[in-house]
């Protein structure tokens, strides 16, 4: 065939309209998309002018590429032993001391090499891991000017820890600047129901430095003021604007004790209203605006939200002072002499919480109720000693009592653990921070007994189950056997009316 009636041959199989180039744009394309490198940075969150202002961070900045992700630097080496717990929030080895030692669930080996990730965080006296604080700050965007008064805080030391880290968690949402060191409401000591007496510094229950340094430390962008009269241009008297966080959200159809469920917007939401005029002046750092929560705001922030990095460290700025941390581990030490004396394996014990005294509400379980599931779980374990955490003596007693005839197990209370000046330190302290002695003995008990929905008893169980996963701890099983650490008592059939929400928005 001649070359030009050979043309004329393949011209007659294409179409009229020359597709070629198009159909190979269109494949290069694909092959773009399906090749390019995934972006290695974490999920960003960069900081916009919230006001017609660039953010105080320059983290932040909106001109700056966002942070990368964790894990950070390796942490410094564990400082000399003269040096305070507390200067060593970002170390990565755990102290010695007599909670050492119990049997432990370790961390699957791919995780056993991130910064912290060795730290039993079960401790009360762990040390702080500060990088997901870090992430979380440098992820911010940051309100010159705003300062959060974290001072709503009532109740034993279940309710008080997540009031303030509530407060806090908001508040670090919000991007504010600065933040005054939180107060504890003191309870009334003749009548355990009323929680509003005076107003306690933060050393009533917690290590005022270590908290400093870990905001210090992790998130210098905020402020740290030792109380409102401080805040440069307050003046005399002060303004606060009192708010309920779950109000600034469409809450159409939920249940009032539901946790808020806009807090991945709540950043945006605020400042949105914070710069609308009919509820106040925007904040400058001349002129700050001042924010309080209404009392009440407790149970509110789902953990998990933030991942389980931060819901499993972000607790440990709440550090117990020196004082109760002392004569826990002095309980404790005692305790584990009792229970080998009485043949345990390495002074293993049963904890116990009784939850019966005055202020409980009439709808928990009562005492007979405690007492049978607290003695069947006892003897299906094995258990020949327990200590006892309950701030009613009288039915102390008869729980020592009834042990006895039903599972043969000796039981003791910190009153029968500590002597001489211990003693009478103990005597002299509240009835709330005599219960700080007791969470420090069930974090060192070998298994532990709660019951619902006593939020001392969810917040134990939670800060034992720590010891299953580190860092990235899966959530508690509610109305479960447990995970082998624990065991909580109570009824599982219904959310609300169970108090179920408590294991979904407190920190451990």
């Known amino acids: 065939m001649a070359p030009h009636g050979r043309m004329s041959f393949l011209l007659g199989f294409m179409p009229r ?15 773009v998309w399906s090749f390019r490198l995934p972006n290695p940075r974490s999920y960003p969150y960069p900081s916009v002018d919230w006001f017609e202002s660039k953010s105080s961070s320059p983290a932040s900045s909106p001109s700056s590429p966002p942070p990368p992700p964790p894990p950070p630097p390796p942490p410094p080496p564990p400082p000399p032993e003269s040096e305070s717990l507390s200067s060593s929030l970002a170390s990565s080895t755990p102290p010695k001391g007599p909670l050492q030692g119990h049997k432990s669930h370790s961390s699957p080996p791919h995780l056993s090499s991130i910064p912290g990730n060795d730290v039993d965080l079960s401790q009360p006296d762990a040390p702080f891991v500060g990088w997901p604080l870090k992430r979380l ?9 705003l300062v959060y008064i974290c001072d709503n805080n009532s109740g034993g030391i279940g309710n008080i820890r997540n009031y303030i880290q509530t407060c806090l968690r908001y508040a670090l949402e919000a991007g504010a600047t600065g933040l005054t060191i939180p107060k504890i409401r003191k309870r009334n000591e003749k009548d355990l129901s009323d929680l509003f007496t005076t107003f306690l510094p933060f050393s009533y229950m917690f290590d005022e430095q270590h908290f400093r340094d870990a905001f210090t430390t992790n998130c210098p ?3 740290l003021y030792d109380d409102v009269k401080d805040i440069p241009g307050v003046g005399e008297s002060p ?8 109000d600034l959200g469409n809450r159409d159809g939920c249940d009032p004790r539901d946790q808020n469920k806009h807090t991945d917007r709540f950043g945006l ?3 949105k209203w914070l710069k609308n005029e009919k509820h106040g002046p925007a904040p400058t750092k001349q002129k700050p605006r001042l924010i309080r929560f209404n009392w009440g705001v407790l149970f509110d922030w789902q953990i998990y939200r933030d991942g389980p990095e931060l819901a499993a460290t972000f607790g440990g700025v709440l550090k117990l002072n020196d004082k109760f941390l002392r004569l826990g581990k002095k309980a404790l030490e005692k305790m584990h002499a009792f229970s080998r004396a009485a043949g345990a394996k390495n002074g293993a014990f049963l904890g116990i919480h009784l939850r019966t005294e005055s202020d409980a509400l009439g709808f928990w379980p009562h005492y007979d109720t405690q007492l049978e599931a607290y003695m069947s779980q006892a003897s299906k374990r094995g258990y020949h000693t327990a200590y006892l955490a309950t701030g009613n003596q009288t039915e102390a007693d008869k729980f020592v009592d009834a042990a006895i005839e039903m599972a043969q197990m000796k039981v003791v209370t910190k009153m029968d653990l500590l002597s001489d000046e211990d003693l009478d330190e103990l005597d002299s302290l509240s009835w709330d921070q005599q219960g700080l002695i007791d969470y420090v003995v069930l974090l060192g008990s070998e298994f532990f007994l709660g019951v619902m929905p006593s939020s001392f008893s969810v917040h134990v169980a939670m800060k034992r189950h720590l010891k299953t996963g580190g860092l990235y701890t899966r959530p508690y099983k509610t109305g479960t056997e447990g995970d082998g650490l624990s065991h909580i008592v109570g009824k599982y059939d219904k959310y609300w009316a169970g108090w179920l929400f408590l294991w979904d928005g407190m920190w451990p």
């Open 239 to 246: 303004k606060i604007s009192s708010i309920t966080p779950k």
């Open 269 to 271: 939401t605020f400042r």
């Open 17 to 31: 309209r020359n597709i070629f180039l198009p159909t190979l744009c269109i494949v290069l394309l694909i092959l």
């Open 137 to 145: 700050c440098d992820e911010t965007t940051w309100v010159e000017g």
């Open 221 to 223: 962008q905020i402020t």
